[in-house]
Structure formats: C-alpha cells, structure tokens
C-alpha cells in the first residue's frame, strides 16, 4: 500500500504484541507455537518506523507475571525475545534491554544488552521490555532514596526509576483486542494516547499502524495543560 502522510507523528511509540496464543489456537497449533510468529511483524513495524523517521521504539516482550505461565509458553517467549533482539541488532538501532537482569528468567543471551548498544548508525531508540515488571521499576526509584542517592523529587522522578534510559511514550499501540496496559512503563506512559487493534499481533497489517498513526495525529495532545 502507499505510504500516507502525516501531518504530526509520535517521537516515541510503544507496541503491546498481544495475541500470540490465541492466534496459535485459532489455527489448531499448540499456544506457545504463536510466539515465533511475532517475530516478523515487530521487523516490519520497525522498518516502518524508519521509514517515516519516528526516533524511538519500545516492545513489550514479557513481564515477570508472564512467567507464572507453564514452562513449555516461557520457554518458548523468552527464545523469541533473544530472536528478536538480535534480528534488531542487525538493524541501525541503539537497541537496549530493560528488565529484572538479576534473575534466572531473564535469558542470559541478553546480558550484554542491559546497557544501551548502537548497532549499525544507531538511526532509531528502541526498548525491548525483557523479563519487565513496573514495581521492579519503581522499586529501583525506592532504593536509590533509601541508599541516600541524591534527592528523590518531583522533578527527578523519571531519573530515579530503573528505565531512566527511556523516554516518556507518546502513543501506545496494543494488537489483541484487549483494553489495558498490563503494567507497560507506568512512568513515561502517564500521558501516552491509547490505540487498539481488534487482530492478533502475528496477524500484523501495515495499515494496522497507518491507522493508529492517522488517529494519533487528531489527539488533542496538551500533557494536563
């Protein structure tokens, strides 16, 4: 399809890949089978987002309640993070991890991205939550003030928490149909736009994004003022 023009765009978008699962049972295969199927629509959402030149880029990959889940499902997720990540380091990108490092669900094969690193020109930011979960964010902001680091303010909030490193989300876009934001980034998502797409996330569409770009660009965006 032709590649519509905007008149504003989001510096920052986040991306709910919701669906995997129930995409995977809707073609009679195994649950855990559907997460491999995400891992094309996040290279072409990316290469979207070149394109049109947004600057940064957050996906959800799991959270830590995400791994209450039976063991054959967090295998399988958590090999599709590593898969991702490292398809997206093939990419101009300053790619970077952020999640609970310290613990065994975090997968080691990505140890070395829990610091930001620029892979080819570096051209777009982008954020993969990996083993994320917001009270281990917040709970980061809670010891830096409990360790006497400096003065934990108003004014210094988004610096305190553990995903300093990224910034604050314009708009939030969640495939699957489902209306909530499952614990995504509770600093920099406080005045995010929401937009939903009714398909899956392995059902990706070009004009899903098109879409929740064209109606970003009519919100009325004023962060309370």
């Known amino acids: 399809m032709t590649e519509p023009k905007f008149k504003r765009l989001p510096g920052h978008v986040a991306i709910i890949p919701d669906g995997n699962r129930r995409w995977a049972e809707k073609k009679g295969l195994p649950k855990q089978d559907g997460y491999q199927s995400g891992l094309d629509p996040g290279i072409m959402l990316y290469e979207m987002c070149l394109e049109l030149g947004i600057p940064e880029l957050t996906f959800y990959g799991f959270t830590q309640d995400n791994t209450k889940r039976p063991a054959v499902q967090t295998t399988a997720f958590r090999k599709a993070c590593v898969d991702a990540v490292r398809r997206l380091s093939e990419r101009d990108a300053a790619l970077l991890?952020?999640?609970?490092?310290?613990?065994?669900?975090?997968?080691?094969?990505?140890?070395?991205?829990?610091t930001r690193k620029t892979f080819g020109k570096g051209t777009m930011r982008i954020n993969f939550l990996v083993n994320y979960g917001w009270k281990w964010d917040l709970y980061h902001l809670l010891k830096s003030a409990g360790n006497g680091v400096g003065t934990?303010?108003?004014?210094?909030?988004?610096?305190?928490?553990?995903?300093?490193?990224?910034?604050?989300?314009?708009?939030?876009?969640?495939?699957?149909?489902?209306?909530?934001?499952?614990?995504?980034?509770?600093?920099?998502?406080?005045?995010?736009?929401?937009?939903?797409?009714?398909?899956?996330?392995?059902?990706?569409?070009?004009?899903?994004?098109?879409?929740?770009?064209?109606?970003?660009?009519?919100?009325?965006?004023?962060?309370?003022?």
Do not use: C
């Open 152 to 225: 934990v303010g108003p004014a210094n909030i988004h610096k305190s928490v553990a995903s300093n490193d990224i910034s604050r989300v314009d708009l939030i876009v969640r495939w699957g149909g489902r209306r909530r934001l499952s614990g995504l980034l509770p600093v920099q998502s406080i005045y995010a736009d929401f937009y939903v797409v009714d398909d899956m996330w392995p059902d990706f569409d070009r004009k899903h994004f098109y879409d929740a770009l064209k109606w970003y660009e009519n919100q009325d965006v004023t962060l309370g003022g």
């Open 97 to 114: 991890v952020i999640g609970d490092h310290t613990s065994p669900l975090f997968p080691e094969e990505l140890a070395d991205y829990t």
